[in-house]
């Protein structure tokens, strides 16, 4: 009996790309899904579950397409962990998560403490302004702005046309901005 494509054993060039878009897009990947999330474990998992899916389909994806099909993915997987909590009470939050949050100062161990404190607070009120977002702004958002991916590249991760994203990303750029002035009293 032939075996299927997706029973195929990949070619070393093949898995080569895959080692490298597991290097180059894991971290970005998990901090996507840890922010649509909310929730770093959670992210973990979907990250690798969205790793796992594209080594099952090694054959019939093309390694130009790993990054987008990968966030797609891992969207797709977020927003079933979305649906499936929404009426769920969350009793338990990790408040803290600084080793996973780009915003931090890289020089924050030299800082005074005051500006430490400043920039917590921003980092913070950021990290906040995020999570208010509506779901489908904040994809539009974490994936341009955080992730820098391009429209045409966030389009094809959120199933949608460029022209959605545009305008999803001009409303959560506009909500973001503030809900941040909020945030931060100045």
Known sequence: MA????????????????????????????AYAGRL???????????QDAFLALYR????????????????????????????????????????????????????????PDSLAEAREAQNAIEAAIRELPTKFREAFLLCEVEGMSY??????????VKTVSTRLFRARQRFASLVSRLIKV
């Open 57 to 112: 389909h090694l054959n019939q994806v093309p390694a130009a397409a790993y990054r987008p099909w990968l966030f797609r993915v891992a969207r797709n997987l977020c927003l079933d962990q979305l649906r499936r909590r929404k009426f769920k009470m969350s009793l338990f939050r990790d408040l803290e998560r600084d080793d996973e949050n780009p915003f931090t100062p890289a020089d924050a161990s030299s800082c005074q």
């Open 37 to 47: 999330l909310g929730d770093a474990v959670a992210a973990e998992d979907v990250a």
């Open 152 to 161: 045409e590249d966030a389009a094809a991760v959120m199933g949608c046309p």
């Open 3 to 30: 075996q299927s494509n997706t029973d195929a054993q990949p070619d070393p060039v093949t898995m080569v790309a895959y080692h490298r878009a597991l290097a180059e897009h894991a971290d970005s990947l998990k």
